[in-house]
């Protein structure tokens, strides 16, 4: 696993070291750091080899999810429910369920645990809903809150998504897979993006539509906020849609834009309390089961 961050660090090479966010009210203490503690030869001496094999069998055979102890010479480390941990939880569930068409419902985090090289890889494990029956549902998401690339404030990677017990098989992000199309700058929508040149590739979504994809296209308001507060939003929800306009090269009928794999989506909300939102969540996909990425930008207009 350390050698899959590793790898995935590589692809952001030649990016700024660690993504900071700016907070515009009082804000929390910053993440504490964690260094990797390079053991000379004496320490591996120390180290209980029994100890150590159990501790790299979890990692591996769970895929980080199912680790029951932390030593100090792991990579892991503990997280539990937090703000990124239930954000990035509701991520994995949406990537999931657009994936499958299914609807599952996000009910509390369970456990979670955290990766850190200059991000933060989440393995997070969900105790969600399905509400077709109301029987309980036990899910799993990796979610990589990546180093960000394009002018977003927010970029983050599914690499797992899946009901426990289901879908062993794992993959790495592809990001040489992802369409150049969508590889450039995020910018907010020009004024004339429904009746320029390009006017084929825009969408303004119907009222009607936001009502029918309302449970995500809010949950797409809710991480456009986190991006720039990352913090618990629960004071600010529910939000008011007052527009979406959705992009997109893929070749299909302008109402179903909405479904594309590929899109950016710019939105304008009102957040509870009065705070004017506009942001951007580009959504791409590598053509890989379980893998979506949102880069994400917010600002506020008040």
Not at 33 to 48: A, G, K, L, N, P
Not at 141 to 146: I, M, Y
Not at 234 to 250: D, G, H, I, N, Q
Request: hydrophobic residues 35%; charged residues 30%; aromatic residues 12%.
């Amino acid at each position: 696993m350390h050698d899959v961050m590793l790898y995935e660090a590589k692809l952001w090479v030649d990016e700024p070291p660690c993504r900071k966010r700016k907070l515009e009210e009082a804000p929390p203490p910053p993440p504490p750091i964690v260094y990797y503690t390079t053991f000379s030869d004496s320490d591996e001496e120390e180290i209980d080899p029994v100890e150590r094999e159990r501790y790299r069998k979890q990692v591996v055979e769970s895929d980080g999810f199912d680790v029951d102890f932390f030593p100090a010479y792991g990579w892991l480390d503990q997280s539990g429910s937090t703000p990124s941990t239930v954000m990035l939880s509701k991520v994995g569930l949406h990537c999931y369920n657009f994936d499958k068409g299914t609807n599952l419902q996000f009910r509390s985090v369970q456990k979670a645990n955290e990766e850190y090289a200059c991000f933060a890889m989440y393995y997070i494990t969900v105790e969600a809903m399905d509400p077709f029956d109301d029987s309980p549902v036990t899910f799993q998401t990796s979610v990589w809150d990546a180093a960000t690339k394009s002018n977003e404030s927010s970029r983050f990677i599914t690499n797992v998504s899946r009901i426990k017990g289901t879908e062993k098989e794992t993959s790495l992000w592809d990001h040489d897979a992802v369409d150049e199309f969508y590889k450039d700058d995020i910018a907010w929508l020009e004024d004339d993006a429904l009746t320029g040149s390009d006017k084929l590739q825009y969408y303004e979504v119907k009222e009607s539509e936001i009502r029918d994809n309302k449970e995500w296209l809010h949950l797409y308001a809710e991480v456009v906020m986190f991006s720039k507060w990352a913090t618990d939003l629960s004071a600010y929800l529910p939000v008011k849609m007052k527009r979406v306009v959705v992009r997109t090269r893929e070749d299909i009928e302008s109402s179903m834009k909405l479904r594309s794999k590929n899109a950016t989506f710019y939105m304008s909300f009102t957040a509870c309390g009065g705070l004017q939102c506009r942001g951007i969540v580009r959504r791409t996909t590598d053509g890989r089961p379980q893998h979506i990425s949102f880069q994400v930008k917010c600002w506020t207009d008040n």
